[in-house]
């Protein structure tokens, strides 16, 4: 998949800001970002669902709409409907019949955990199995790319462990994945690369540890039991301070001296520890840093 310079704007908001991005056969992608960020925008127009304003869009070498008739994308949406009076394993097969070279029906329901619905009417799912079923039609044309937006949204902890495994099995076969997520400790585990997007920009580009290496630090996280809780930022080494409720994150490049003056200044401190910078502390960190 290839954009160079995509831009899109939707009346004055600029949701793509000449986006260069570049990803390569057998590569799992993470695109990431806040939202409003132009994750859900950047995967539409790389599917050709949407038209860029300006820029160009190439996948397999070929249009978008293109890629996608000739059988080589598979797609799981995070908003896309369902034939809710159709049982489940009718609409794999009518799905699958929209591919020239498909999965056995029965393969791809089992590859997604809905073998056992097969006989069930897809308006009568919960909500994490009518998602299950999305990923079954996403597997179903045996596609070479896979383009995921928040694929494990209403997902219970058994179901996601799944749905990535089976994405660990395609990736290992030569496909391409690239998805989009919020569940950041999913990029963290599953992918190699991973995109940052803010503002409509690319602002991060490689693998996650990479994306880790430029905030670079250590975080000191506790509670706080005190009435005034300002002032953390002037300790000596803190880059960024985080504070929800009585929980305190403190980014720094000094951990020893931060440690030191904060048990210093603040008397109502408990629960200390240090940690080495994760995925989410990096976006939280890059994606805060551009949009000021």
Do not use: C
Request: hydrophobic share 45%; glycine share 12%.
């Amino acid at each position: 998949m290839e954009l160079k310079d995509v831009s899109k704007r939707y009346g004055g908001t600029v949701a793509l800001d000449a986006v260069d991005l570049d990803v390569g056969q057998g590569e799992t992608v993470a695109v990431l970002g806040p939202n409003g960020a132009g994750k859900t925008t950047l995967l539409s127009i790389a599917l050709g669902l949407l038209d860029p304003g300006s820029g160009a869009v190439r996948v397999f070498g070929r249009t978008p709409v293109e890629a996608l008739h000739a059988g080589g994308v598979g797609v799981l949406l995070q908003d896309s409907g369902l034939l809710e009076d159709a049982r489940v394993a009718e609409l794999v097969a009518a799905v699958a019949g929209m591919y020239p070279r498909p999965l056995p029906v029965e393969a791809a329901m089992r590859a997604a955990g809905v073998a056992e619905l097969a006989t069930r009417r897809v308006g009568r799912l919960s909500g994490g199995q009518q998602q299950r079923v999305r990923f079954a039609l996403a597997l179903v044309g045996d596609p070479k790319l896979l383009v995921l937006d928040e694929p494990t949204v209403g997902l219970d902890v058994e179901s996601r462990r799944a749905l990535w495994q089976e994405v660990r099995a395609r990736t290992a076969q030569g496909s391409t994945v690239i998805f989009a997520t919020h569940y950041l400790t999913e990029a963290d585990d599953y992918a190699d690369r991973v995109v940052l997007l803010a503002g409509g920009k690319i602002i991060a580009d490689g693998p996650v540890n990479t994306i880790k290496s430029l905030v670079g630090g250590t975080e000191v996280r506790f509670v706080f039991e005190g009435a005034d809780a300002s002032g953390f930022e002037t300790l000596p080494g803190v880059r960024q301070v985080r504070i929800e409720g009585r929980a305190v994150a403190l980014h720094t490049g000094d951990s020893d001296a931060t440690l030191r003056a904060l048990f210093a200044a603040f008397d109502d401190v408990r629960e200390v520890h240090t940690m080495s910078t994760d995925l989410e502390s990096a976006v939280v960190s890059l994606a805060g840093g551009a949009g000021r």
